[in-house]
């Protein structure tokens, strides 16, 4: 069904632009109560509490800056049925902002958000919202100048276990100049994430849509380029440690010309960021080093991360003097305290220390290993041996590391001395790290 268009007004001294320019958005999860994170203390809670609703507040003064026709959003508005009253204002007050510049808004329901479930405080949304229906795929224009220079299809859910392949709702042709999917689903059967709305890529590239804008993956991707494109923009603000919700959260400013996508840009909008680290501590002969090293991978992070705050964590990895230090009483969880104590401030950044993981190992004696005459100190000798014997080492490696095939060996980069005894090397610390116990 094609509803009414929306004629948004264009300034005559706009710069060059493409023929049409939206925002994708998704998972903004508005209010979220990061459970289990307010044990860090301090004024983290608080700052948490804000974020979603702040990366809110950047979302819509970004899709104004970049001077956007229209702002799409792919669901789960909300983090659950029980939508606060303070996320449903900021969200009303958001899109005045984007109404009163001519923005279209158009946004579906989700499974955290669904239609038919949690309640709603604001009776009408401003001009220009349009809010797709769980009955069936609606299409509304986007118009320039009294021309459709766009066409968005969409359908929320009515309930938060819906199984059904929405996609396959979706019109398999369109006329409209670009044709937009705006889907809350789990394309490919992501494992990570729960099968709400499943399909297949394949059905998404073969439909009548020119651009999926997807919601419900926490990790913006883009799962298909060209002639279709199709893309999850990720959470706007990452909600927990979990893998998924680490690293950059934003949103996607795509640029339409001639009908076809001709420019793709992540913005990052997140408040807080998670991130975890990982830290070798091979060459780290104490405590008090350990600490240094932690403070100096912190402050990177933090300049990567252009002043956001961040919540840390770091996994020490490799064998080292330390370990031993790391191992003694409650070492791992002291030095986490003693982080925790300095202070999250770094520059104009907070960071905040969640978990230090402990995956260290002693260091390798190789002189008691020799001496020990069992399966290690024969793999050494063996192994030491080769990496002495230029001659012997290239028979070794022609008989069990050089491709026969011709195909294969094409494949493969051409190697010289150096990087074959750097390789064995390699393997031999790899060995003797799995052969040997930690302590």
């Not at 970049?66 to 204002?89: E, S």
């Not at 398999?172 to 992501?190: E, M, Q, Y």
Request: aromatic residues 6%.
């Amino acid at each position: 069904m094609l509803r009414a268009s929306y004629l948004r007004p264009r300034g005559a001294c706009r710069a060059v632009m493409p023929d049409f320019r939206f925002v994708h958005a998704a998972d903004l999860h508005l209010d979220t109560p990061f459970d289990g994170l307010s044990r860090l203390g301090g004024d983290l809670p608080a700052r948490l509490r804000d974020a979603s609703l702040t990366a809110f507040d950047k979302l819509v003064a970004e899709t104004l800056r970049v001077d956007a026709d229209a702002l799409v959003l792919a669901g789960d508005l909300y983090d659950g049925p029980d939508r606060g009253l303070r996320a449903q204002l900021r969200l009303r007050d958001g899109f005045a902002r984007l109404a009163g510049a001519g923005v279209q808004v158009f946004l579906v329901h989700g499974n955290h958000d669904p239609v038919q479930e949690g309640w709603s405080a604001i009776g009408a949304w401003p001009e220009g919202v349009h809010v797709f229906s769980a009955q069936e795929v609606e299409a509304v224009p986007v118009t320039r100048a009294g021309r459709e220079v766009a066409r968005v299809y969409g359908i929320s859910f009515a309930h938060a276990q819906t199984g059904e392949n929405l996609a396959a709702r979706f019109p398999k042709t369109s006329d409209a100049p670009f044709a937009i999917g705006l889907l809350h689903a789990n394309v490919g059967n992501n494992p990570a994430h729960a099968r709400y709305a499943p399909c297949e890529l394949a059905e998404l590239t073969g439909g009548g849509m020119d651009y999926w804008a997807l919601g419900h993956i926490h990790a913006a991707q883009v799962l298909a380029d060209g002639p279709v494109h199709a893309v999850y923009s990720g959470v706007l603000q990452g909600r927990s440690p979990k893998p998924s919700e680490q690293g950059a959260k934003g949103a996607y400013v795509v640029d339409v010309d001639d009908g076809r996508v001709s420019g793709l840009s992540f913005r990052p909008l997140d408040v807080v960021r998670f991130e975890q680290l990982t830290l070798d501590v091979a060459d780290i002969a104490d405590a008090g080093q350990l600490q240094d090293a932690l403070q100096a991978a912190a402050a990177d992070a933090a300049e990567a991360a252009d002043g956001r705050d961040l919540i840390l964590r770091v996994e020490l990895t490799g064998r080292g003097a330390v370990h031993r230090q790391l191992r003694q009483g409650a070492g791992a969880d002291d030095l986490l305290q003693s982080l925790q104590e300095a202070g999250p401030g770094l520059g104009g950044a907070q960071v905040w220390w969640d978990r230090l993981i402990d995956r260290t190992a002693p260091p390798l004696d190789k002189d008691a290993i020799r001496r020990r005459g069992d399966f290690s100190a024969e793999l050494l000798t063996r192994a030491e041996a080769l990496l002495a014997d230029a001659d012997r080492l290239e028979a070794f490696l022609a008989a069990h590391a050089r491709p026969t095939d011709r195909r294969l060996r094409d494949l493969v980069a051409d190697s010289d001395a150096a990087s074959d005894r750097a390789t064995l090397a390699a393997a031999l610390d790899e060995a003797l790290d799995r052969l040997e116990p930690d302590e």
